[in-house]
């Protein structure tokens, strides 16, 4: 039974591909410098016209999303009590954990005074509770906060084993402190994401028509919610597959077939919302325009129905490239729905145009390079991932 | 554990319950606002703007602003083509097919302003005489204002390391003093004219009665979005000058009740914690039970 417990892999960190991501992700700081310096102008494409752009709609938008595993697994694990998908959770609270850091990161180099930001949380009497951004940004910056608590236990693991007897001791009660604790943590990890992950939809329907009639619905956050838990599954399916094969593990396909049966539900859930929604909002001619915006939503809803119809085979689930394959289609279709709402679908008029900048890619690029170099770091060094299942004879 | 499924399915089930019945009785002030009582602003009339752009040069003055020589071929002139970080109000010409037109852009003043709705901590609000001004210090430059302005109106120092919101507030320091607007004190024709909501109101519909040739029978921005304080006559349809929104329901109101709906009295978050934390230690206390019970096995 102690096989399933998750421990360190140990082994050489500073590789060829990291030296690479670390390498990224230095180019990307030098950018962020330099846009410190001259100003977003100078290094991005956005304008007046779109002032969201690639740092919004990816890092923020689409990278929470993707950082929705913990969140996802959280629902599973410890409100419908499916333990049995415990291996799973640490590694998708680290993901989490990063991809929500990365994305606070983001917002801080992409607004125009990051110095004031501080402000956002402390000026309580300033808040305005009109706006569904204010909400956003306070749930992100105490979910970061959360998913680290959530993550800490790997770390006081390692560190209560720690040669001096007396850092062992502290680490020791904070631990059994922390134990007690957790399950009303782990409840605000589950609230917090259901409240900004729906709001993310809420925000652009204050866009008001500069967004087209296909995304802009009242349902815009119920969509949102629901295309975050979908993300979440997904990312942690394709975690897992690259975790296996990258450090040469034995992959967990009987838990992540069990796993697709969640997903499946989520994904029929969010069809059948977008759907009837458009169907009952009557949008079936904008569905059929042959524009643009009708070839993005039939690109979102193929990608979905590919990997929902491909479940009803038995032989599908049991294949781990199968699995693989699917979660990357619902990965993608979940971002190109959030980048439509957010970008593509968004229409300010005026002949306003944008597309992200080489600075402005290298930087979300470099970005990535950072969470992956520290996954990476953090899996080797600390127990995160579950331990072999060779030993299974208990 | 098909126990705790089904009290994590109830638990769902009750915070859905608190959230569609909080979801009903909506705030009061989700009514569509009306026009403060000491509003002021402005009536644009396109049938007398000549097209000078007295009134472009005159507000760079008024706020002291840099000319934009910016414009790419142009940089000898001040000669926006937007308005922009540099411009706050600018003249277009309007060509359609049968007659062109000139039209004045600046500001709305909304009643019922996007931005303000947007903005986290009220950097952007209706101030004295409802006019929406800008406060530099509760604004990180987030230019979530812009996103849903529907005139795309707030711009951004995108060459600025310390950027601020830029925008028409309707010469809010001259007030003070006691003066108009720059536009509308330099304006040769009275094309653009400075007064009392009110009185500009009736003013522009006296002026579709006496002339019903000339105007289109339409102020725009009486009740467009809810109403804005900067109102507008024509003798081109108002599509024409490039105004396309026709909805009379301000912009905030359906996410506004959404977001109230949800978050009212923040009754239906608390529910859910509480659910949340309550199934997790139960959740949590079965394990260990049966955690022992296997370990005894």
Redesign the interface.
Known sequence: MNSHLPRALGGKIVTRPYKLLVGLFALAMLLIAWRMVAGLGATTAMNDGYPFGLWIAFDVVTGTALACGGYAMAILIYVFNKGKYHPLIRPAILTSALGYSIAGFSVAIDVGRPWLIWRVPVYGWRWNFNSALLEVALCIMAYVVVLWIELAPAFLEKWRNAPKPRLASIVGKTADRLDRLLPWIVALGVLLPTMHQSSLGTMMLLAGDKLHPLWNTPLLPLEFLVGCILMGYGAVTIESCLGSLLFKRRPETAMLAKLSFAAAVTLWLFVLIRLTDLIVRDQTEAMFAGDLYSTMLWLELCLLLIPGIAYFWPGVRTKIRHLFSGAVLVVLAGAIYRFDTYLVGYNPGNNWSYFPAVPEQLVTLGLVAFEVAAYVLIVKRFPILAGHSRAETA | ?SV??RS?LK??AAAGGTIATSAVPLRADNEPRSVPADAVGMLYDATRCIGCKACVTACHEANQDLPDTRTPGMELYDAPT????RTRNIIKLHRSEYIDSYVKRQCMHCVDP?C???????ALQKRDFGIVTWDA????????C???C?F?V??????????RIVKCELCVHRLREGLEPACCEVCPREAVIFGQYEDLLAEAHSRIVDRPDVYVDRVYGEHEVGGTQVLYLSHVPFEDL?F??D?TEA??S???S???G??QGFVA?AA??AL??V???K??R??RV?DSE?DDE
Do not use: D
């Open positions: 554990m705790s499924r994590a638990a769902f937007e308005l922009n970080s996007a303000v709705g947007a903005c986290m901590l009220g210090p509760y604004c990180i430059g987030c230019r979530y812009q996103v849903v529907p795309n707030p711009a951004f120092e995108w060459e600025s390391a310390n950027p490039g396309t929104r909805s912009v905030p359906l996410q506004q959404i977001q109230h949800i978050y978050p859910l914690y949340l934390g199934v997790m230690f959740n949590k079965t394990n049966a296997a």
